[in-house]
């Protein structure tokens, strides 16, 4: 069965950094996009950034680009998210999540890992 | 402030319909056909529960349907059960972006 497991959360000063992995299994990894959507304690989703099966494509939500990068490695079936620059709202709970090739939805998601930026 | 326009609330009684609705712009619900509901249980993952504005993934009842007119888009869930008790996002695809309502809690009377 498809199973996402996210890792890499923590406590963080505000602008350090830090680097989020999710592990895949259960699909042929090199055939989806996967994205990472992150929510704030208490708040709605935010999508946060997408790439491509081959990792040749990325695209990032407007209150992350220039700090975060997402990356993939097809064969370890890893999704990366390096979150640089943290900032007190950036404090979430980071999901990755399978596309399924439509409309950039997600059809499989992680349980998720918690970024908490404080000093 | 989310990008869609979602009501914080709604509620119903066991066995009614309830319907919720999404409001984006023409950039986003009004100018693609990739609406798309979750749901979320506290302390759970979300789950995809509608796509592309009327399909339902496999696994998911029949109860819950989806449409669209215009920027607006809706989902309702007739034959209301306990187990819909929990938090309903809808999202659009926006052109190389994602965005989301702020969220329904759905409350089963």
């Known amino acids: 069965q498809v199973q996402l497991v996210e890792f890499g959360g923590g406590v963080v000063q505000p602008g350090r950094s830090l680097r989020l992995s999710c592990a895949a299994s259960g699909f042929t990894f090199n055939n989806f996009g996967m994205h990472w959507v992150r929510q704030a304690p208490g708040k709605g989703l935010e999508w946060v950034a997408v790439?491509?099966?081959?990792?040749?494509?990325?695209h990032y939500g407007d209150s992350v680009k220039g700090r975060f990068t997402i990356s993939r490695d097809n064969i370890d079936n890893r999704l990366y998210l390096q979150v640089n620059s943290l900032r007190d709202e950036d404090t979430a709970v980071y999901y990755c999540a399978r596309d399924p090739g439509w409309g950039w939805d997600f059809d499989y998601w992680g349980q998720g890992t918690l970024v908490t930026v404080s000093s | 402030q989310s990008a869609l326009t979602q009501p914080p609330s709604a509620s119903g009684s066991p066995g009614q319909s309830v319907t919720i609705s999404c409001t984006g712009t023409?950039?986003?619900?009004?100018?693609?056909?990739?609406v798309s509901w979750y749901q979320q249980h506290p302390g759970r993952a979300p789950k995809l529960m509608i796509y592309e504005v009327s399909k339902r993934p496999s696994g998911v009842p029949d109860r819950f349907s989806g449409s669209k007119s215009g920027n607006t888009a809706s989902l309702t869930v007739s034959g209301l059960q306990a187990e819909d008790e929990a938090d309903y996002y809808c999202?659009?695809?926006?052109?190389?972006?994602?965005?989301f309502g702020g969220g329904t809690k759905l409350t089963v009377l």
């Open positions: 999202s659009s695809y926006a052109g190389y972006n994602k965005v």
């Open positions: 790439i491509s099966d081959n990792g040749s494509n990325k």
């Open positions: 023409s950039s986003d619900v009004g100018n693609y056909t990739y």
